[in-house]
């Protein structure tokens, strides 16, 4: 059996009734430490509340070579943990396939998603969500420009784009980082971004949410990640007095 068990979004407490009883009675233990982590918690404090071993896994082991959990899931209960709700991530879900193929059992505990916990947020509503997308730190030789088209495209058509900011073992992007990515991505497609929320630490006791300009958000002092980012339609009335009532618009 094959667990995939999502954490929720900041600290070890996140996690539902279902997912710690699943993880009380496994036999093996596998975290997901690449598409998002729990900023509240180290692997330690993970250990210490469930009582048994964490193994941490990187996206090779994950994507490329997952036959070590694929084989002991034939014949042991493993939990396969991750930030978040464990089906958000594709990678997750070509896991699941590739179980599915074996004929390993699998199963989804859900956990709370910052796809969902944004929306709370914000005020922005759920269903004025267009296509989302990631935002990468550029490399030598390499800029995509796919995070702005594809809030153009949004922009277009009235829809509000969330964009995953990117987090490496060593570094995890900030919203001021990604704001002067995307903006000089916007004067390169000649596309103008008129506003901008950004969320900090989703789930934590003391999240900060604001709302603004590109130059009023790098001003702003976010704190530590993790980070998001989202680029709003036009705003409903709604949305409009919520942002200016709970992210200072």
């Known amino acids: 059996m094959l667990a995939f068990i999502g954490l929720g979004l900041y600290d070890a407490r996140d996690i539902s009734l279902k997912g710690l009883e699943f993880i009380q009675s496994a036999d093996y233990i596998f975290l997901e430490g690449y598409t998002s982590r729990l900023c509240g918690n180290t692997v330690a404090d993970l250990e210490n509340l469930y009582q048994k071993p964490v193994a941490v896994l990187g996206r090779g082991e994950v994507e490329l070579h997952p036959e070590k959990v694929l084989a002991l899931a034939r014949d042991h209960r493993v ?4 930030g978040g709700d464990p089906m958000v991530s594709t990678t997750h879900m070509d896991l ?4 599915g193929q074996m004929g390993v059992e699998t199963t989804l505990i859900h956990g709370a998603s910052i796809s969902s916990a944004v929306c709370g947020l ?3 509503q759920n269903y004025r969500f267009g296509k989302s997308c990631s ?3 550029p490399r030598r030789n390499w800029f995509p420009l796919a995070p702005v088209e594809v809030v153009a495209a949004n922009l277009a058509g009235s829809l509000h784009t969330l964009v995953y900011l990117d987090i490496q073992e060593d570094r995890c992007m900030t919203i001021p980082e990604a704001i002067v990515l995307l903006e000089e991505m916007a004067e390169q497609k000649d596309v103008t971004i008129p506003l901008y929320v950004g969320i900090a630490r989703a789930g ?3 999240p900060v949410v604001a709302a603004g300009t590109a130059d009023t958000l790098m001003r702003t002092d976010f704190g530590p990640p ?3 980012l989202v680029v709003p339609g036009p705003l409903h009335v709604m949305e409009k007095e919520y942002l200016e009532m709970f992210a200072g618009l």
């Open 79 to 82: 939990a396969f943990l991750t």
């Open 96 to 99: 699941r396939i590739r179980a």
């Open 122 to 124: 914000t005020g922005l």
């Open 135 to 137: 935002l990468p730190f």
């Open 204 to 206: 934590s006791p003391g």
């Open 226 to 228: 993790l980070h998001v």
